[in-house]
C-alpha cells in the first residue's frame, strides 16, 4: 500500500495536487466499509437479521442510517448546485425533502413497524391475498428501487470522474463496476446490518464534511447571512434575481405547474420509497421507530440548512464559469476554496475530503436500494409467491443473496450503456412512483376499513403505469430539443425524435391522484369481504403493537 | 409470510378491538394527526404556490438581502421540526400508556 505511505500523502497535498489525495481517500472509504461490513455481518444468522439487521439497532442508531439512507449524491452535490447555478429555486427541492418526513412520522413508520414484518408487501399481505398483492408490491419496490440505483450508478460514474479531474469513458465504466461489485458485496455479505452501518458511517461523514464546509463560508462572511447572500447575488451577475423564487422554473405556466407537480411528488413520495420503509424494520418497537424519524428529521434538517450554505456560499465564492453545467462541481470547488484555493494545500485537503464524501454518499444509498430489492424478490416474489411460505430462512436468506447479485449485476449492464443518454429525470420518477402506487395503497390499507385485494393492485399497478407513461410522454422522453452548448439531446431519445404530448415532466400532479382513483375503484368493484374482517386485526395490532414481531 | 393469527389471537383481538379505551386510542390518534397533516400539507402548499405566483410578495426584502422566500421557506423547516416535536410530546404522553396497556393484555390474552 505504497500509495498510502504519508510522506507520499504529504506531498500531494503540498503540491496542491488533489487527485492523488482524493484516490487515497476514495481507498480509505472502501477500506473503512469493508472492514465495517466483515465485522457486522460476524452474526448474520436468520433472515431477520439478513433483512431487519435483527431488529437490534436503536432509534438514534437507525435515524443516522434513515439519513445515509436518504441523502444521495442527487441531493449533496446535486441540491448545492442547483442552488449555486439558479439560486433560489434550488432550495425548493431542500424543502420538499424535509417536510416529507412529517408524512412518514404521523401516518407510516410507527404503524408500518407493528404491522409488517421485512418488506412493503408484509404490510399489505397482512389482510389480503398474498401472492396478487405481493407481486404487485415487489414489482413496484424493484422498479422504484431500479430507476433510484440506475441515476446514482451513472451519477458515480461521471462523478469520479469529475472529482479526479480525468475525463475518460473507460474510468466512468471502471467506477460503475466497482460501484456496483462494492455494493453487492455489502448487501451479500452484510445484509441488513452491514448496509445500516455503512450507511451510519455515510451519515457522519457527511454531516462532518458539510458542518466543515459550512462553518468556513460563514466565517468568510462574518457569520452574516446577509452578506454571503449578497456576495452570491454580486458574484454570478445575476443581482437580485438570484435570492429570489422563478429563476429557473417561474418562465411559462407550463414550467410552474411542473414545479407545483415536482412539490407534491416529493412531499408524498419520501413516506412510499421502499427502502426507507424497510429501515423502520430494524429498530424493536413503534416508539423507537418513532425516535428514528426524529433523528432523521433533525439530522436531515440540518444537512438541508447547510446545503443552503454551501449553494449560495459557492455562488459568492467560486467563479461561475469552472461550476459544470449540471453544477455538480459547485461544492467541491467551493471546499477548495474556502480551503485557500486552487494549488494550495488547505484546497486540494479539503476537495480531497468532500470527494471522499461525496463518494461514501454514494456507497451507502446504492447498498441500501439493492438490498431492498433482494429482499422483495426474495421474502415476496420467492417465498411467498413461487414458495408459498414454504421456505426455510437459510433458503430464503441464499435467495435474497442471489438477488442481489443479479440486481447488482444488472443495474451494472443498464447503467454503462444508460451514460450516454439523459437519466436526470430518474429520481424524479422514482419519487412520482413511490407517490403515486405505494403511498395510496399503504395509507388505504392502515386507514380504510373496506380496502381489498383488488384495491391494493389497482393502486399500485395504476399508480405505476400512469407515472410511468405519462414520463414516457412528456418532453423528459422526447422532444425536448438539444442542448445549445453541447449539442446532446436533453431528452432521453435523440434529437428529432418527438412523441410527447404531456407537457409536464413531473407527473405527480396527475398521476398521484390517480393512484388513489385506481385504488378506490378497485376496492369498491371487488366483492371481497375477507380484507374488511382482517382489519380489526391490522388495527390493533399496528396501534399498539400487540402481536408484532 | 406474515404468520396466521389463531383463534386465541383472532379473539384478543377483536376483544381489544372493542374496548372503549382502542377506541380512544385510536380517536385520539386520528385527532392528532389528521388536522396537522391537513395543516403541514396546506402550509407547504401555499409556500410551493407562493413561489410561483406571487412574487412581487415573495421577493419583498425584510433586512438586508434577506427577503419574505427565505424566511417562508426557513419557516418550513421551523414547522417541520415544531411538528415533529409535539407530535412526539404528544404521544408519549397520550398515545403510549393506553397502547402499552392494550398490548399487554395482548400478550397475557394469548399466553
Redesign the interface.
Known amino acids: 500500500m505504497s500509495a498510502l505511505a504519508p510522506e507520499r500523502i504529504l506531498l500531494a497535498a503540498e503540491s496542491g495536487n488533489h487527485q492523488t489525495l482524493t484516490s487515497v481517500l476514495f481507498l480509505a472509504v472502501v477500506a473503512l466499509t469493508v472492514g465495517i461490513t466483515f465485522w457486522a455481518s460476524r452474526n448474520n444468522k436468520t433472515a431477520a437479521d439478513y433483512y431487519a439487521g435483527g431488529r437490534s439497532f436503536t432509534g438514534a442508531q437507525n435515524g443516522m442510517a434513515i439519513a445515509g439512507d436518504y441523502m444521495s449524491a442527487a441531493s449533496f452535490l446535486g441540491i448545492s448546485g442547483a442552488i449555486a447555478l439558479s439560486g ?2 434550488g ?2 427541492y431542500s ?2 425533502f ?2 416529507a ?3 412518514a ?3 407510516v413508520a410507527e404503524l408500518l413497524r407493528n404491522s ?2 421485512f418488506t412493503m408487501a ?1 404490510q399489505l ?2 389482510r389480503m391475498k ?1 401472492r396478487p398483492v405481493r407481486t404487485a408490491a415487489a414489482t413496484s419496490t424493484v422498479a422504484v428501487s431500479i430507476f433510484y440505483l440506475l441515476a446514482q450508478m451513472v451519477g458515480a460514474g461521471a462523478l469520479v470522474a469529475l472529482l479526479l479531474g480525468v475525463d475518460s469513458q473507460g474510468l466512468k465504466n471502471l467506477t460503475i463496476v466497482g460501484v456496483g461489485a462494492l455494493m453487492i458485496f455489502y448487501v451479500v455479505v452484510g445484509g441488513m446490518k452491514g448496509t445500516t452501518w455503512v450507511q451510519i458511517v455515510k451519515a457522519v461523514l457527511l454531516m462532518g464534511g458539510t458542518l466543515l464546509i459550512s462553518v468556513l463560508v460563514l466565517a468568510k462572511f462574518g457569520f452574516n ?3 454571503l ?2 456576495a452570491a ?1 454580486e458574484n454570478t451577475g445575476k443581482g ?1 434575481a438570484f ?4 429563476l429557473k ?2 418562465l411559462t405556466t407550463t414550467s ?1 405547474i411542473d ?2 407537480s415536482l ?2 411528488a416529493l ?1 408524498l413520495g419520501t413516506a412510499g420509497l421502499p427502502h426507507i420503509l424497510i429501515r423502520f424494520y430494524t429498530v424493536p418497537t ?2 423507537q421507530a ?1 425516535q428514528s ?2 433523528w432523521a ?2 439530522l436531515i ?1 440540518i444537512f ?2 447547510m446545503t443552503l450554505i454551501l449553494g449560495f456560499g459557492a455562488a459568492a465564492l467560486v467563479d461561475p464559469e469552472t461550476i459544470d453545467p449540471g453544477g455538480n462541481l459547485a461544492s467541491p470547488l467551493l471546499a477548495e476554496a474556502v480551503g485557500g484555493g486552487d494549488g494550495t494545500t488547505g484546497g486540494a485537503i479539503l476537495l480531497a475530503v468532500i470527494a471522499a464524501v461525496a463518494f461514501a454518499t454514494i456507497l451507502a444509498v446504492v447498498a441500501g436500494l439493492t438490498l431492498t430489492s433482494a429482499s422483495s424478490v426474495a421474502h415476496d416474489l420467492y ?2 409467491v413461487i414458495k408459498k ?1 414454504d421456505v426455510t430462512d437459510k433458503d430464503e436468506v441464499r435467495v435474497a443473496r442471489i438477488a442481489a447479485f443479479g440486481i447488482g449485476g444488472v443495474a451494472i449492464l443498464l447503467a454503462i450503456p444508460a451514460q450516454s443518454l439523459n437519466i436526470a429525470f430518474l429520481v424524479a420518477l422514482a419519487f412520482a412512483v413511490a407517490a403515486s402506487a405505494n403511498l395510496p395503497a399503504l395509507l388505504y390499507n392502515l386507514f380504510w376499513k373496506r380496502f381489498n385485494t383488488r384495491g391494493a393492485t389497482f393502486s399500485i399497478y395504476g399508480g405505476l403505469a400512469s407515472a410511468m407513461i405519462l414520463v414516457f410522454f412528456s418532453p423528459v422522453t422526447s422532444g425536448k430539443g438539444a442542448d445549445p452548448v453541447t449539442g446532446k439531446s436533453l431528452s432521453l431519445f435523440p434529437v428529432g425524435v418527438d412523441f410527447s404530448w404531456f407537457p409536464l415532466e413531473n407527473p405527480g400532479i396527475v398521476s398521484i391522484p390517480l393512484g388513489f382513483l385506481f385504488g378506490w375503484l378497485g376496492t369498491v368493484t371487488s366483492k371481497e369481504r375477507e380484507s374488511e374482517e382482517m382489519y ?2 391490522l ?3 399496528s ?5 408484532a414481531e | ?2 404468520d396466521r ?1 389463531t383463534p386465541s ?2 379473539a ?3 376483544r ?2 372493542a374496548t372503549d379505551e ?1 377506541a380512544s ?2 380517536k385520539k ?1 386520528l385527532g ?2 389528521v388536522p ?2 391537513i395543516a ?2 396546506v402550509w ?2 401555499l ?7 406571487a ?1 412581487g410578495f ?2 419583498t ?1 425584510v ?5 419574505i ?2 424566511i417562508f ?2 419557516l ?2 421551523v414547522t ?2 415544531l ?2 416535536f409535539l ?2 410530546r404528544f ?1 408519549t404522553a397520550n398515545l ?1 400508556p ?3 396497556k ?2 399487554a393484555e ?2 397475557k390474552e ?1 399466553r
Request: with cysteine; aromatic share 16%; charged share 15%.
Open positions: 433560489y429555486d432550495f425548493l424543502i420538499g424535509l417536510v418526513w412529517l408524512v412520522l404521523l401516518l409488517g414484518k408484509d399481505a397482512y398474498q447571512l446577509s452578506e447572500l449578497g447575488a437580485q435570492l429570489e423564487p422563478g422554473y417561474g410552474k414545479f407545483l412539490g407534491i412531499v413503534a416508539r418513532r424519524v426524529l428529521i433533525t434538517g438541508y440548512l417465498a411467498n411460505g380489526a386485526e388495527e390493533v395490532r396501534m399498539t403493537g400487540a402481536g | 409470510m406474515v393469527t389471537q383472532d384478543a383481538y377483536e381489544i378491538r382502542f386510542l385510536k390518534y392528532f394527526v396537522m397533516t403541514f400539507m407547504y402548499l409556500f410551493v404556490v407562493c413561489s410561483n405566483w412574487p415573495m421577493n426584502q433586512i438586508g438581502n434577506i427577503n422566500a427565505l421557506g426557513l418550513q423547516f417541520t421540526f411538528i415533529a407530535y412526539s404521544s403510549d393506553t397502547a402499552d392494550l398490548r395482548y400478550d394469548i
